[in-house]
């Protein structure tokens, strides 16, 4: 059983940058795709981005892309996301997700494991 937590999260004003981290423990760490995904109040839980498990290729959602970065240490089991130029629109809760299926996989049925989620809430 694989288990994650994110760490990271904050409040930060528009403009701003945050580290997301995410440390999976149980199962291969470097068989997993990792994922990020958000969920803001009143909203469904959208994809951010995904990072593949071998080949390090990167897929992003439109809204983050040029902003966000994912990257993954497999010597440390953590995935990190690495977000600047934060704006309020991308205050949500954000959610670490593991999965062996696909490639860079986008939705969230693709996962079978999820993180409880850290909050990031950005200020205008």
């Known amino acids: 059983q694989v288990q994650l937590v994110e760490s990271g999260g904050g409040l930060v004003q528009a403009g701003g940058s945050l580290r997301l981290s995410c440390a999976p423990s149980?199962?291969?760490?470097?068989?997993?795709?990792m994922g990020w995904f958000r969920q803001a109040p009143g909203k469904e839980r959208e994809f951010v981005a995904v990072i593949n498990c071998n080949t390090a290729m990167r897929n992003y959602a439109a809204s983050v892309k040029g902003r966000f970065t994912i990257s993954r240490d497999n010597a440390k089991n953590t995935v990190y996301l690495q977000m600047n130029s934060l704006k309020p629109e991308d205050t949500a809760r954000y959610y670490c997700?593991?999965?062996?299926?696909?490639?860079?996989?986008?939705?969230?049925?693709?996962?079978?494991?999820w993180g409880p989620g850290t909050q990031v809430t950005v200020s205008s």
């Open positions: 997700a593991a999965t062996t299926r696909g490639y860079i996989p986008s939705k969230s049925y693709h996962y079978d494991y």
């Open positions: 149980g199962g291969t760490f470097s068989s997993y795709n």
